[in-house]
Structures are given as structure tokens and as C-alpha cells.
């Protein structure tokens, strides 16, 4: 994607109508612009692999009706924001199989690195627990 591209500002239907779309690369929607994600190194792709096990074990242990993904699912957090955490559990119906977006978020994992902590635990967290927040309860 150009910078040119990366600066057009956009909504969330826009983006996901299209700009997810794309079959190159990660991107997020933050207040209407698309972000580039960086590649991961092994140690972060190792982690978020962990996670997404252990959260598929707990799931499936409970009982209860969610399902585990990992990144390249999309939280929509309103009109204009639109994250990619690196993995999640999504509740109540179920998930369309050729869907990008986690309707229901319930559990939202990031693995944070050095050069993404500062935003993944301030702006991004505060975003996301916003969005959990209005997701309804599965107990």
C-alpha cells in the first residue's frame, strides 16, 4: 500500500469493504486512517500461537459458546477505528466462515513488542476495552 494510500481517510465500512481486504500485509483503521502493521518476528508469532492454544483449551473446556481466532480478525471499535489484536474470543452466533470482522469480542489478546507497547497498552487497550465494554455478557 503507497503512503498516499495510508493517509486517505476513511470509515470502518469503507475499510473493511476493501482496504482489509487486500491479501498483502496487516492493517488497522485508527481514527480513519490506515496503518501499515509491521511484520512479526518468530518470538512474537511463537507467543501469539501460545496464546491462541490456550485460549482454544479454556473455551473448549468450559463449555461455553465462543470461539478462538487469531490475528487477522478485526475488532470494530466505532465509525472511524477498526483493531487487529493477535487473538480473541468471540461469543453468542457464530462466526461467518469467510468473515474478517469479531462481532462478539469477549477476550482481546495483544502481544505487545518494543516497538508497539506504548500504543498497544494506551490508545489501542483503551480502544478495545471500550468496545468489550459494550459487547454483551457470555456466561
Same mark, same amino acid.
Given at each position: 500500500m503507497s503512503d498516499a494510500a495510508a493517509k486517505r481517510t476513511m470509515n470502518v465500512h469503507e475499510f473493511t469493504g476493501g482496504a482489509m481486504r487486500q491479501d498483502t500485509g496487516r492493517h488497522e483503521l485508527v $481514527? #480513519?486512517?490506515i496503518l501499515s502493521m509491521a511484520p512479526k518476528r518468530a518470538q512474537h508469532? =511463537?507467543?501469539k500461537g501460545e496464546v491462541y492454544v490456550a485460549l482454544r483449551a479454556a473455551l473448549l473446556a468450559s463449555g461455553v459458546d465462543c470461539a478462538a481466532s487469531t490475528n487477522g480478525m478485526t475488532v470494530v471499535v466505532d465509525d472511524d477505528t477498526a483493531r #487487529? $489484536?493477535?487473538a480473541l474470543a468471540s461469543g453468542g452466533k457464530p462466526i461467518h466462515l469467510d468473515? =474478517?470482522?469479531a462481532d462478539a469480542p469477549i477476550i482481546v489478546v495483544e502481544v505487545t513488542s518494543p516497538s508497539s507497547e506504548r500504543d498497544d497498552t494506551g490508545r489501542k487497550l483503551t480502544e478495545i476495552l471500550g468496545r468489550l465494554d459494550q459487547a $454483551?455478557?457470555?456466561r
Open positions: $481514527p #480513519g486512517e508469532n =511463537r507467543f #487487529g $489484536p493477535d468473515t =474478517r470482522i $454483551p455478557s457470555h
